[in-house]
């Protein structure tokens, strides 16, 4: 069975879970201090990244390349679309969450709020808090913007780009940081994802000293 290194609130492994669960691949989850930097796992990624797979015996890293490695090798159901914009236009919000949002967002929230804890870092540092919770307007903003015009977010299909930004969000909603009722289209976007079979598990997470607010696991908020 494939192993997945991981933990929980990372957007980037809650990414690849949730490609592994859509196409369903079993895997076993294991949790993985990267932090701790156990020998073991650098030898799996010397980045001393998660996440971490291993599947078919190959054990890989980087999440996009993971994802689009599972695209080709378990292409049904499909999260890319076929023609060469409609993958470009997947590509780019793949890079816009993974990029922009985890720089101006998920590291100065999740990162400030729960990170610096587990890993005995001290305290969130309030500016950055402060500053993440007033960029994540304008992302919410810019789905809303692209989900005015199309059924998810890189087009009429669901593909990685949704999963990428249901990726974050679900992370920073596990600690109430995401303000739903900014915009009615993603709120339904986002009950829309988090329905699906693949979304269980994450849904499920729970961290020891962090509690989720009861509408995180809610189908209906
Ligand atoms: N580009 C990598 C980013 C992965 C990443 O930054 N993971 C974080 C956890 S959310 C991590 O392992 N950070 C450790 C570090 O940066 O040293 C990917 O997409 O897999």
Redesign the pocket.
């Known amino acids: 069975m494939a192993k997945l290194f991981h933990?929980p609130l990372?957007?980037?492994?809650r990414k690849v879970r949730l490609s592994l669960a859509e196409k369903r691949i079993e895997c076993e989850l294991i949790e993985e201090r990267?932090w701790e930097q156990d020998p073991d796992f650098l030898r799996r990624n010397p980045a001393?990244?998660?996440?971490v797979l291993r599947l078919d015996d190959r054990v890989m890293?980087?999440?996009?390349a993971i994802c689009e490695y599972l695209e080709e090798m378990y292409p049904e159901p499909s999260l890319m679309p076929k023609g060469a914009e409609e993958r470009y236009e997947v590509r780019r919000l793949v890079s816009w969450f993974?990029d922009k949002f985890h720089h101006e967002v998920t590291s100065k929230l999740l990162y400030e709020r729960v990170n610096k804890k587990v890993m005995g870092q001290g305290f969130p540092d309030s500016r950055n808090v402060k500053d993440g919770a007033k960029r994540i307007k304008y992302h919410l903003d810019y789905m809303a913007w692209l989900l005015d015009q199309r059924r998810w977010l890189a087009g009429d299909v669901m593909t990685l780009a949704d999963f990428a930004a249901a990726a974050h969000l679900s992370s920073l909603d596990y600690i109430s940081d995401v303000d739903w009722n900014r915009s009615e289209v993603v709120k339904d976007w986002y009950a829309k994802i988090k329905s699906r079979p693949a979304f269980r598990s994450i849904l499920a997470d729970q961290v020891p000293g962090f509690l989720p607010p009861p509408h995180y696991a809610d189908l209906d908020f």
């Open positions: 933990v990372s957007p980037f492994c990267y001393a990244k998660v996440p890293s980087e999440s996009a993974d």
